[in-house]
């Protein structure tokens, strides 16, 4: 059976042309999508958030100092404690 996640689409906020910032992040509606999917579908979502961990684990083991990036499934602490 599929699921209809017509919430995702009605629970955005409305973004006219003429904002030039909104206070509504990645991080927030990743928030969101925990109350509203079932825990099949969440999972799926964290494809989209690979790409940063990705990034986060060529950091590290390159060791360029650079910032870790907040999008992230894997936390920085737990990569570090496995490449330890």
Known sequence: ???KYYCLIAGLPDVLPED???DYSVNSFREYLVDELHPDDLKLTG???L???????INLLNETGKEFYLREIFRE???????S
């Open 1 to 3: 059976m599929s699921r």
């Open 20 to 22: 030039t910032k909104t």
């Open 47 to 49: 494809l989209l958030y």
């Open 51 to 57: 790409t940063y961990d990705n990034q986060n684990l």
């Open 77 to 83: 602490n737990y990569l570090k404690t496995r490449l």
